[in-house]
């Protein structure tokens, strides 16, 4: 066991956040039918397509025919010096690449800079939280998505695990920062980037033997499957934040909204699919995330993966069954069981009595004394999981992480 360094911590909690945006894969549960109404999208009106069968075009032929013409390792070379949204674009960039990424790191035309602000107040008072609802239930949510698990298992990423969480952690913690979609922000690069990373999976994972023989779809991240990751992260993030009775000023909820909002738009999601307001995300998340979630090998691997994370620490010895119990108790019995997360007989019930009265005691809702008596024995131990949380958010900053296009598939 590695000795337990604040670096490593900060390592550990980078690997956890960065299972936020990671799926597993299931064996199949037929998607839904498509049927919510552009008019409760951010552009107000749309076709109405079936975005099971709508990807992301433009990006996909361009990034098809860099990685066809041999020209990634040069790009991604190149893209390593871009980092900051207001920087100009590397020069030496193919010029149909730099045409498109001059485009696509444009913010929409709603985007309303006023909540952006208020965005970041709600990130920083409620950091604690959101650490722990992007690693916990966000991230062990993912694994549980077929697709999604699928995906990055058998993708160039699932080769190292601990390096593909880190670097997905990196846009969960670009998105708290003071200054994401500002000029000395990194919010926009990291989402153009992960944009073109998408894309390179969708030329690539379909030349994969291991994916071609369980995936239920011929080419993968149809902005149906982008939509449903995305309520695995914001949505099931206030989901939670709504069940623990955290007060949230309705401003800030809508705002932080907002900033997932313009991320969805930033990573190619067309407009009439992201939902305008939470009653609309709750709806869609109703309808597309939550009948698809479902066991497969390839999530349940991931699962175990993300339980032992911290383990390194103290040998799995406690933070294990911890973060078993906090699993459990985000995701419910059912996702638990399908994900093979191991029950424990003392935390199971003391999550289950005593994380809301402690989430109360924390903001001043409930006095200590009154709550429950598994919280008294509990405190400390919940106490550490929200500065584990801390940890989640803070980790992202200091690693020097490039999100590149991939060249090649998981080699397995
Ligand atoms: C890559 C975030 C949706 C599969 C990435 C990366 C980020 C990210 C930050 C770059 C990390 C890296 O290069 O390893 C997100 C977010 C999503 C989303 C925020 C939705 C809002 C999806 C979906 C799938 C998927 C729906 C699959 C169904 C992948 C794969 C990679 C990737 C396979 C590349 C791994 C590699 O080959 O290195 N994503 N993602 N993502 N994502 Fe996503």
Redesign the pocket.
């Known amino acids: 066991m590695d000795k337990p360094s604040r670096r490593n911590v900060l390592m550990a909690g980078g690997t956890l956040g960065?299972l936020g945006?990671?799926?597993v894969a299931t064996p199949a549960k037929a998607s839904p039918l498509w049927t919510w109404s552009p008019k409760g999208s951010v552009a107000g009106y749309g076709e109405g397509a079936d975005p099971r069968w709508v990807w992301d075009d433009e990006a996909d032929q361009l990034v098809a025919s860099i990685i066809d013409r041999g020209d990634v390792a040069k790009v991604n070379t190149l893209l390593k010096t871009w980092t900051k949204n207001g920087q100009s674009l590397p020069s030496g960039l193919p010029a149909d690449l730099r045409d498109f990424m001059e485009r696509a790191r444009q913010m929409p035309s709603w985007t309303d800079q006023g909540k952006l602000a208020t965005a970041v107040n709600f990130n920083e008072k409620r950091g604690l939280y959101l650490g722990v609802t992007y690693g916990f239930a966000s991230g062990m949510m993912s694994t549980a998505?077929p697709?999604?698990a699928?995906?990055?298992y058998?993708?160039?990423?699932?080769a190292d695990m601990r390096?593909?969480i880190t670097?997905?952690a990196?846009?969960g913690y670009d998105i708290g920062t003071s200054n994401a979609y500002k000029s000395d922000g990194e919010m926009i690069v990291?989402c153009v980037?992960?944009r073109l990373?998408?894309a390179?999976?969708r030329h690539?994972?379909p030349k994969s033997s291991y994916w071609t023989k369980v995936a239920d779809e011929k080419v993968?991240?149809?902005q149906a499957?982008?939509?449903?990751?995305?309520h695995s992260?914001p949505t099931t993030v206030m989901q939670n934040l709504v069940k623990w009775k955290v007060p949230i000023p309705a401003a800030e909820s809508e705002a932080f909204l907002h900033s997932w909002q313009v991320?969805?738009h930033m990573?190619g999601?067309r407009d009439e699919y992201i939902p305008k307001s939470w009653d609309e995300a709750n709806a869609q998340a109703k309808q597309v995330l939550d009948p698809i979630l479902a066991p497969t090998p390839e999530g349940i691997k991931l699962a175990d993966i993300l339980l032992n994370l911290a383990s390194f620490v103290d040998g799995g010895i406690l933070s294990k069954p911890i973060l078993g119990a906090l699993s459990r108790y985000v995701l419910g019995d059912e996702i638990a069981d399908y994900m093979k997360v191991p029950r424990d007989p003392f935390w199971d019930p003391i999550f289950e009595t005593a994380w809301e009265p402690f989430v109360q005691v924390r903001e001043g809702l409930l006095s200590l004394e009154k709550a429950p008596g598994a919280l008294q024995k509990a405190y400390w131990a919940f106490d550490e999981i929200l500065r584990l949380g801390i940890l989640l958010v803070l980790s992202g900053g200091d690693l020097p992480i490039s999100?590149?296009i991939?060249d090649t598939?998981?080699p397995h």
């Open positions: 960065a945006a990671l799926s998505i697709h999604e699928r995906a990055v058998y993708s160039k990423g699932g390096d593909r670097k997905t990196k846009l990291t980037k992960t990373a998408h390179g999976v690539l994972l993968p991240i149809s499957d982008m939509m449903v990751t995305w992260l991320c969805a990573l999601i999100i590149s991939p598939n998981n």
